[in-house]
């Protein structure tokens, strides 16, 4: 594809006067993840960039001198057991990234089975297998079954061997019903054992109950697990060590890129001119620490904050700013992609084309020049798109594929994917009207910016990325579907009940509510609507770890991502609004801004 170094421009000065400031408009929000103190700090972060760190040199020689001791424990692992508990406790601190080879070695040497293995040892290496990508199959649990086809009562005796099983029931794919059985099977007897346990076991079994290891977010599962491991009677103390050595200077990483992105972010100038805009450029890191844990990808969460960053200031414009009419225009105005599209539109709207615009170009300019690949066309299309892949029907009249006309402009085989969808979703939810439980999904999972997401992610890692995989984005694959389907019922779960209070749009809830009372003439009660939207996740999860078993061409590294967006966003909206439970804001301090060595310092000015 062409690249012309001509699109890569700057905004010119005369598009927005300085003195410009969007209309004012009451647009109410969930709150930051930071209370007002700490985000004005965040907002003011800058490097220092002419101090030298001698104890960030001194943690650095200090690491190198662990990371052997622990490499030399990989090659004394020749139990089974032993081998494996190995590669959990690593992978569980946040660890995985420094010994690759040696964690593929160890599971490529057990990949065999053992018919004599406990249930504890086949339930862990059948999880660490499948989420490394190995070869598994669910019948090695075969024997653990009588002869009516379910789990013996007998394990039930077997604490640590049924939470083993219980862990990885979590990762079964479509068909698997033996561990569809271990997964019911496990929590019912763990639950029931839970009174009758030790304080600390029963706090580490609830925690699983409530949050598979599958599930969780890895970052913040190294905090926790580093914390959790110091406490047990006999941990490796060169495991332990390097774990807190090496959070805090990956935690100071994060603190010089979050420092990046808010300079960016504070150039940018979107809420100084406009009222409505979100100021979430925390939250939007969040999220790229969730989908891009792995140190390495530092560039990756830098570039990906900006377009999420960017992607929630539109999603106000178009739930609760923008009229029809102008975001008919700004819709016609990306699809063109060029400056010339500006003139049309309203001034508010030219900063928000503006900044979309140059973004997009810069991430995609840093793309070509860091890995020899000229992506922008691949980016715009997830703004200016493919074809939509959703349809709304309101009043006989279909939106969202070729041949519907939306305020007289023809929605043809360049209909764009974002915006088409955010445009489509103003026209159904602007006029009042709520959509079926699946057409609601299938756009929601476009607005939501899984899409978007995901395929800036495969270019930026751009690990194992090819020619031929590339065009398994056109159109978007299955894994991609499945895991914003994931993200929005969760979202919706977390934020339905505050956007309903003040008249957001429809989330799925209400439209699986609406759909079903209108099939069974009855009233439904929120909670059964809810439960239902749980069943969903399940069932979504199920599919999606089917990715996990099939043969596919698509890089590692996207896979990984997609499950880690769907991870982020359980742990991010899990609780909603529920005050008793660890807040997000609690979760950002943990893994921002509170080293885990009493002696840990940030590696940040705060003017």
Known sequence: MAFNMSRFVTMPSHVLPSSFVAPSLQVSSSK??????????????????????????????????????????????????AAMEMVDTVERLGLSYHFEGEINALLQRFCDWNASEDLFTTALRF???????????????????????KFKESLTEDIWGMLSLHEASHLGAKNEEVLAEAKE???????????????????HVGRALELPRHLRMARLEARNYIDEYS???????????????DFDMVQSLHQKELAEIVRWWKQLGLVDKLDFARDRPMECFLWTVGIFPDPRHSSCRIELTKAIAILLVFDDVYDSYGSLDELALFTDAVKRWDLGAMDQLPEYMKICYMALYNTTNDIAYRILKEHGWSVIEDLKRTVVGMGLLSIFTIEGVRLGFPGGVIMGWDCGPDWMDIFGAFLAEAHCFKGGHVPSLEEYLNNAVTTGGTYMALVHAFFLTRQGVTRENMAMLKPYPNIFSCSGKILRLWDDLGTAREEQERGDNASSIECYKRERERE????????????????MIQSLWVELNGELVASSALPLSIIKAAFNLSRTAQVIYQHGDDNKTSSVEDHVQALLFRPVSSNGHAQITMH
């Open 32 to 81: 930051p993840l930071l209370g007002s103190h700490d985000y004005s700090l965040l907002k003011s972060l800058t490097l220092s960039p002419h101090v030298v760190n001698s104890e960030a040199d001194s943690s650095t020689r200090r690491m190198k001198e662990v990371k052997e001791r622990t490499r030399e424990a990989f090659y004394r692992a020749w139990d089974s057991r």
């Open 231 to 245: 406490r047990e009677s006999n941990p490796n103390s060169a495991l332990l060590e390097l774990a807190k050595l």
């Open 520 to 535: 069974m003439d009855t009233v439904l009660d929120d909670e059964a609507c809810r439960k239902h939207i749980r069943q």
């Open 185 to 203: 099977f496990t929590r019912i007897h763990l639950i029931q054992s839970m009174p009758h346990m030790e304080p600390h076991f029963s706090s």
């Open 127 to 149: 999880r660490l297998l499948r989420q490394n990508g190995f070869p598994t199959h669910s019948d090695v649990f075969g024997k653990f079954m009588d002869k009516n086809g």
